[in-house]
């Protein structure tokens, strides 16, 4: 190769060094890429051989969003009307660092910052994020957003669902389920009924199914599960020691209450008594809530008779005993004192709540007093007697 060639070549490849080495860029650091609420953050952009009348600007991208923070050494109006916010410019030889400092941070804040050298088409980005804590927890009962430590009627029988939904968090949460003192988080996670969804930037969803069986995805209400609290509880674990703020345990419930349709369940719908003797008839009763002297009477078909619960009429008494222990019937008590000819008549239990009223019907009727009939083909035992004496009167006789 020529030697003049060699010599331009070597003296084009000084003159794009020497372009290069004076290349005007920014560099972007952040004091941390996540941070929780009322921390203080840093965004620094380090500009190295920009012009003196270089653009810089600082901007927030949040989804396809973006607002302009700083203008060169001047933060924009909305952010400086906050107070929160901090700009300086430090000089520093060939290069000067543009320095934006957030006093406590929100979760507005979170985003990705960008440092823009605008003339020399050069920038730098960095992601943060706030750590959110689970403040809303929020338990929904078909589709409904019930209120913190709410009672839940449901009619026995009814199926519902539960879920239970946390607000967004950074990290995301971990979700549990307790029903009473069991933590039944496991349970519905194995029978795939307790599915947890974290989306970035979207709501972390907890669905509980309050329910234990792996075919049934829906709560059926049993009254024995009447006054059960189901917690729902959102713990943010990761890196919690490192973290002063927002890490603390959220919780919140609901109780359960399963209305009970009331139901006599008398052992039988036909009766037996004695005339002129007492007679007793006793009934469980399940019910919820308890029920008060005006939702349940005791009347006779014939409407001669129309009782409530302490009344008597004519030697008829008419009693209801709740039961306090949870998921055991009370019991209504009919007793005759000296039963009369003309109390042998159809009767109905009559009992009412919120769902509806239900009665239960059963017949008084007499008791035969008279012996049991003799076994066909055998003798009574007076027949029998009466022959043995006879028997006895002809073998003396004749031995005579």
Request: aromatic share 8%.
């Amino acid at each position: 190769m020529d030697r003049c060639v060699l010599l331009g070549v070597f003296a084009s490849l000084a003159i794009i060094s020497g372009v290069l080495a004076n290349e005007a860029k920014v560099l972007m650091q952040i004091t941390q890429e996540y941070a929780t609420v009322g921390e203080v953050v840093t965004v620094s952009c380090e500009v190295i051989n920009s012009d003196p009348g270089s653009t810089i600007s600082i901007q927030k991208e949040v989804g396809e969003e973006t607002e302009t923070i700083t203008a060169n050494k001047i933060l924009i109006g909305k952010y400086l009307e906050k107070g929160r916010f901090d700009y300086t410019v430090t000089p520093m030889g060939e290069s000067s660092m543009y320095t934006l400092t957030i006093n406590g941070v929100t979760y507005e804040d979170s985003g990705r910052y960008t440092c823009i050298l605008v003339d020399h088409m050069s920038k730098s980005s960095v992601p943060f994020d706030v750590y959110r804590n689970t403040e809303h927890l929020a338990f929904y009962v078909n589709g409904t957003e019930v209120e913190k430590n709410e009672q839940i009627d449901l009619e026995e029988g009814k199926e519902m669902s539960i879920n239970c939904t946390a607000g967004k968090a950074l990290p995301y949460p971990k979700m549990y389920i307790n029903l009473g003192d069991r933590d039944i988080t496991d349970k519905f996670t194995k029978h795939e009924q307790l599915i947890a969804e974290c989306v970035h930037h979207k709501e972390c969803l907890l669905h509980a199914y309050y329910n234990s069986s792996l075919y049934n995805h829906m709560y059926k209400a049993r009254w024995t599960e009447n006054g059960k609290v189901v917690k729902c509880k959102a713990i943010i674990e990761e890196q919690k020691d490192q973290y002063e703020h927002g890490f603390d345990q959220t919780e919140t419930q609901i109780t359960v209450n399963v209305t009970h349709a009331p139901v006599v369940n008398c052992s039988q719908s036909t009766y037996y008594a004695s005339l002129g003797k007492n007679f007793v008839i006793r009934c469980p009763l399940f019910t919820n809530p308890e029920l008060s002297s005006d939702d349940i009477t005791l009347t006779s078909e014939d409407g001669s008779i129309l009782l409530k619960p302490g009344e008597e009429y004519y030697g008829l008494s008419f009693r209801y005993t709740a039961n306090s222990e949870l998921g055991k019937p009370g019991e209504v008590q009919m007793t005759w004192q000296s039963v009369e000819q003309k109390q042998l008549k159809k009767y109905d239990i009559k009992a009412s709540n919120i769902i509806g009223e239900r009665k239960f019907t059963f017949e008084l009727f007499r008791a035969d007093d008279t012996e049991e009939p003799d076994n066909p083909g055998s003798a009574s035992m007076t027949q029998i007697s009466i022959f043995s004496l006879v028997l006895a009167a002809v073998i003396a006789l004749v031995n005579h």
